[in-house]
């Protein structure tokens, strides 16, 4: 089945420990990227992925890192979280930029106390 | 930065009515897409419509694009309850260096009653 799977689904973690969110997805997307959802603000952009080591940011960087090594994975790397931080957060992928819809994955609901 | 807003925030209707969310953008787009999201999940992409386009049909769901006046609706007919979700728009937009970005709406939140 197409899709793009993040893990963990749900987080709850102390401020200042590193965590990482993953995201992969099985349908050769080149365009990859991270939103979060906040309510009252919808979805904002975090970073995005035009292909394997291309990365730039989006509108929310601050706070977060991504790698693309591989074309298949996109993490979400947070150094030292902080409870601004605690939001739900969206991997997504896309054929082609530009042209086609995106497929989102199922979410990760992160908690920072 | 937030580019299309959709209207109204949030929409109540009866199963079986028709259902128009609309939105409005400010810059010029690649093409502008509709989304839904259940509650706490992921989003699904319903439909894309293309900056050279005005209407497009996907089942129960219609779009149309006015360029022109930057802004756009979604139209689901004979609505069932099962589409109960909020719909996001979101807008494909050249962002410079051959790269593109699509850009949110904060949603409307659609209730059918049974």
């Known amino acids: 089945e197409a899709q793009v799977t993040q893990n963990p689904r749900y987080l709850i973690t102390v401020t200042g420990k590193k965590l990482t969110v993953t995201c992969s997805q099985n349908?050769?997307?080149?365009?990859m990227s991270w939103y979060r959802q906040d309510p009252g603000l919808g979805l904002r952009q975090i970073y995005y992925?035009?292909?394997?080591?291309?990365?730039d940011k989006g509108d929310v960087p601050e706070g977060y890192k991504v790698s693309r090594k591989e074309k298949r994975n996109f993490p979400l790397i947070l150094e030292s979280p902080s409870p601004n931080q605690t939001s739900l957060y969206f991997c997504?992928?896309?054929?082609?930029?530009?042209?086609?819809?995106?497929?989102f994955g199922s979410g990760t609901r992160l908690t920072v106390v | 930065s937030q580019q299309g807003e959709e209207d109204p925030q949030a929409l109540s209707i009866q199963e079986g009515e028709n259902a128009t969310m609309n939105c409005s953008y400010k810059?010029?787009?690649?093409?502008l897409q509709w989304y839904r999201q259940n509650s706490g999940r992921g989003l699904v992409h319903l439909i894309l419509?293309?900056?050279?386009?005005r209407e497009k049909h996907s089942g129960r769901l219609r779009v149309t694009l006015d360029t022109s006046k930057k802004s756009s609706s979604l139209l689901i007919t004979a609505s069932r309850a099962a589409d109960t979700a909020s719909y996001f728009c979101?807008?494909?937009?050249?962002?410079?260096?051959?790269?593109?970005?699509?850009?949110f709406g904060k949603g409307t939140k659609l209730s059918v009653i049974p």
């Open positions: 810059t010029s787009i690649n093409n």
């Open positions: 979101a807008t494909d937009a050249f962002a410079g260096a051959g790269s593109y970005q699509l850009t």
């Open positions: 419509i293309r900056s050279n386009e």
């Open positions: 997504a992928s896309s054929l082609r930029l530009g042209a086609t819809g995106y497929t």
């Open positions: 992925s035009m292909n394997v080591e291309v990365t």
């Open positions: 349908m050769n997307h080149e365009y």
